[in-house]
């Protein structure tokens, strides 16, 4: 596949996926309160990531560095969480 073509595709998929969010938020909004809608999305957020982390991380191989990565992401996923 062309390069072009691959990233048009990457595009469309992010905009799709972004799309359906809006109307996920919608119906969520209404069964939950805010303050528990958000801790669910950002547990899953977090979770989903651990996976990435893991796989970039372990081909560097540096336990320091795995560490500076873990924390720093909790720390960036804690000031998102309490800014929303």
């Not at 048009?8 to 805010?34: D, K, P, Y």
């Not at 999305?41 to 982390?53: A, D, E, K, M």
């Amino acid at each position: 596949m062309k390069k072009q073509y691959k990233s048009l595709l990457i595009l469309t998929l992010t905009a799709m996926i972004w799309g359906l969010a809006f109307v996920a938020q919608l119906v969520g909004s209404n069964h939950v309160e805010a303050f528990t809608f958000n801790a669910a999305r950002f547990t899953i957020g977090g979770l989903s990531l651990i996976p990435v982390i893991l796989i970039f991380e372990r081909q560097k191989s540096d336990d320091k560095n795995m560490k500076i990565t873990m924390l720093s992401g909790i720390a960036a996923g804690v000031i998102l969480f309490t800014a929303s």
